[in-house]
């Protein structure tokens, strides 16, 4: 069985740019969520893919969005970066109608 | 939306002593209550969870407790660790109105500190 993987682990951006985070779902999972976890805090729900649509989102803006494509891996895409976005970008995969959540090791976004 | 509130913030035992962190939660619709346990520059690892009609759940030495009516759950560990080390997570999820699945909402973290 395979975890869930994220890319890339770092990633150092300037304010204004596009970013596309990258991951694969633990095999046997269909659901990716995304979440924002800034330095000493708890991670904060982005969105949810399920069947390649959004089925659930938090309080972000439309610059955030995402992707989810058949084979159930995910894409986050964040437009206009602001300096706040600097955070470590989860995602966790679940089986429909199941709720435990399994992370990836993030990916550390800095925006200078 | 749902809030979690969760304490303390950082939670200092001895080796072999008990440790417990409290949350409370504020959406009586949540459902599903996990812990996550985060060591330093590692992913959040779920460690116990919990639904809303279990009110105590084991696994060695981690137990997990809900209230229901005062909308509050709790960590034990005992006989801790110095592998305990660590941020805990506690975090609660619902289903929105329509049906579409609410993403887990997190407490703020308890840093436990294990003094050898």
């Known amino acids: 069985e395979t975890g869930v993987t994220q890319s890339p682990t770092h990633l150092i951006k300037t304010r204004g740019q596009q970013v596309t985070l990258r991951c694969s779902s633990q095999?046997?999972?269909?659901?990716v969520s995304w979440y924002q976890q800034a330095l000493g805090q708890g991670p904060q729900f982005i969105f949810q893919?399920?069947?390649?649509?959004?089925?659930g989102r938090g309080n972000f803006p439309p610059r955030f969005s995402g992707l989810q494509f058949p084979n159930y891996s995910s894409e986050l895409n964040v437009n206009a970066l602001e300096l706040d976005d600097s955070a470590l970008y989860l995602c966790?995969?679940?089986?429909?109608?199941?709720?435990?959540?399994?992370f990836g090791p993030g990916t550390r976004l800095l925006v200078l | 939306g749902e809030n979690v509130e969760q304490h303390p913030s950082t939670l200092s035992v001895q080796e072999g002593d008990s440790a417990v962190i409290k949350c409370t939660y504020s959406?009586?619709?949540?459902?599903?209550f996990p812990w996550y346990k985060q060591e330093l520059g590692k992913r959040p690892q779920l460690i116990i969870d919990?639904?809303?009609?279990?009110g105590e759940k084991k696994d060695q030495r981690i137990a997990v407790t809900l209230n229901k009516t005062a909308k509050h759950f709790s960590l034990h560990i005992t006989e801790t660790q110095p592998e305990d080390s660590a941020v805990y997570f506690c975090?609660?999820?619902?289903?929105?109105?329509?049906?579409?699945?609410?993403?887990?909402?997190f407490g703020k973290g308890t840093h436990l500190i294990i003094q050898p």
């Open positions: 919990i639904r809303s009609n279990v």
């Open positions: 893919y399920y069947r390649e649509e959004e089925n």
């Open positions: 975090a609660a999820s619902g289903v929105m109105a329509g049906g579409g699945a609410d993403g887990l909402t």
């Open positions: 966790a995969s679940s089986l429909k109608g199941m709720e435990t959540q399994y």
């Open positions: 095999s046997g999972h269909n659901t």
């Open positions: 959406d009586s619709a949540s459902n599903y």
